[in-house]
């Protein structure tokens, strides 16, 4: 019974507009961030030379797993008020 209860509570979060601009927006700044990281990490370890389609892929992966698994947690995170 309290199962159902915080799912419909969590569900209710999430389907506010508000909450999924928020998961929307932290999931992307995570992904550029990761992306940003990965990239300089790759271009660093192959002498400076940034290969685009590599960069072009991890940009790819990063924002999408940014979006599906920050995303949720970011938009879960409102204040509740007494």
Known sequence: ???SALQNVLLSRLRSPSALRRGLAAGAA???SLTVA???LAAW???GVICID???WLA???VATGILAIGPVA???V???A
Do not use: D, F, K, N
């Open 1 to 3: 019974m309290t199962a």
């Open 30 to 32: 995570w992904g550029a």
């Open 38 to 40: 990965l990239t300089a």
């Open 45 to 47: 370890q192959c002498g």
């Open 54 to 56: 590599e960069a072009i």
């Open 60 to 62: 790819g992966v990063s």
């Open 75 to 77: 938009a879960c995170g």
């Open 79 to 81: 204040r509740v008020e």
